[in-house]
T-cell receptor
Framework: NAGVTQTPKFQVLKTGQSMTLQCAQDMNHNSMYWYRQDPGMGLRLIYYSASEGTTDKGEVPNGYNVSRLNKREFSLRLESAAPSQTSVYFC????????????FGDGTRLSIL | GEDVEQSLFLSVREGDSSVINCTYTDSSSTYLYWYKQEPGAGLQLLTYIFSNMDMKQDQRLTVLLNKKDKHLSLRIADTQTGDSAIYFCAENSLRGGYNKLIFGAGTRLAVHP
């Protein structure tokens, strides 16, 4: 059982390039999330998808777009990468609401030069 | 506001107990979580506590919750070198109309012989 799988694990981009980060979960979870992790700041929510077919902005959505392709997959796109988007990106999923714990992928380390 | 605060660093001797503290602000949080992050890895759920509990024990881990003071602590008994990691406190919040986790910045635990 793979849980939450993120690809790629590492990526280096030049400023202005675009890229899509992929996330898939095999736990039949309804809700999925994208976070970024920066030193000394914990995790900040970029976008979330409460259920298939819905997406909503989180705390830091500017410069990103998302697609909930189906129940399993939730992708994050950077249309024109900027150095400020250098970060570690985590995808997470949860079965439903009610405070159930989120399950995290291993992260994508993204550097933008 | 929505803040979860933790001290950034803790150093302990192998075999001693570690206590990591956290304060949160959302009094309506129903669950509070402790996650562990090892270098280069994602977040691993260690334990969580429901807000109507004062204490939860799971092997070497003890979680104490003081709801009046909005204070959460994680005690690791007989700390081992394998416990060296970053520990994140998180509260679940329904502010904004969706279930989300608010993370602290993380406490880096260093275990030395």
């Amino acid at each position: 059982n793979a849980g939450v799988t993120q690809t790629p694990k590492f990526q280096v981009l030049k400023t202005g390039q675009s890229m899509t980060l992929q996330c898939a979960q095999d736990m039949n979870h309804n809700s999925m999330y994208w976070y970024r992790q920066d030193p000394g700041m914990g995790l900040r929510l970029i976008y979330y998808s409460a259920s298939e077919g819905t997406t909503d902005k989180g705390e830091v959505p500017n410069g990103y777009n998302v697609s909930r392709l189906n129940k399993r997959e939730f992708s994050l796109r950077l249309e024109s990468a900027a150095p400020s988007q250098t970060s570690v990106y985590f995808c997470a999923s949860i079965l439903g609401g009610g405070g159930q714990p989120q399950h995290f992928g291993d992260g994508t380390r993204l550097s933008i030069l | 506001g929505e803040d979860v605060e933790q001290s950034l660093f803790l150093s302990v001797r192998e075999g001693d107990s570690s206590v990591i503290n956290c304060t949160y602000t959302d009094s309506s949080s129903t669950y509070l979580y402790w996650y562990k992050q090892e270098p280069g890895a994602g977040l691993q759920l260690l334990t969580y506590i429901f807000s109507n509990m004062d204490m939860k024990q799971d092997q070497r881990l003890t979680v104490l919750l003081n709801k009046k003071d909005k204070h959460l602590s994680l005690r690791i008994a007989d700390t081992q070198t394998g416990d060296s990691a970053i520990y994140f406190c998180a509260e679940n919040s329904l502010r904004g109309g969706y279930n989300k986790l608010i993370f602290g910045a993380g406490t880096r635990l260093a275990v030395h012989p």
